[in-house]
């Protein structure tokens, strides 16, 4: 069964530091594009960052600068590093990736979610 397990959420003070971590798990062969959303309490999902195959990446205008995606492909691993965190960034940060089942087939999965709230 394939899995996007995130981990890495926590409380931490305003200003500070979290590293968000996408793991995937199962019989895959890889990982694709990979993206972060997130859903703060009463508002809709949405974009933070996502991060293709390659290595390109794009944020959206409220994690540039402060946020960082990026990947392991050995590890079949996806990572958010936020910086500079700010009230208003606490939300559940979803993992949203395109995972390639076979030569022939590839999906996209979410993983359940992290919490994370910032203080301040």
């Known amino acids: 069964q394939v899995q996007l397990v995130e981990s890495g959420g926590g409380l931490v003070q305003a200003g500070g530091s979290l590293r968000l971590s996408c793991a995937a798990s199962?019989?895959?062969?890889?990982?694709?594009?990979s993206r972060w959303y997130r859903q703060a309490p009463g508002k809709q999902r949405e974009f933070v960052a996502t991060i293709t195959s390659s290595g390109d990446t794009t944020y959206a205008d409220s994690a540039k600068g402060r946020f960082t995606i990026s990947r392991d492909n050995a590890k079949k691993t996806v990572y958010l590093q936020m910086n500079s965190l700010k009230f208003e960034d606490t939300a559940v940060y979803y993992c949203?990736?395109?995972?390639?089942?076979?030569?022939?087939?590839?999906?996209?999965?979410w993983g359940q979610g992290t919490q994370v709230t910032v203080s301040s």
């Open positions: 199962g019989s895959i062969v890889s990982i694709g594009a």
């Open positions: 949203n990736a395109d995972v390639r089942l076979s030569v022939i087939d590839m999906r996209p999965y």
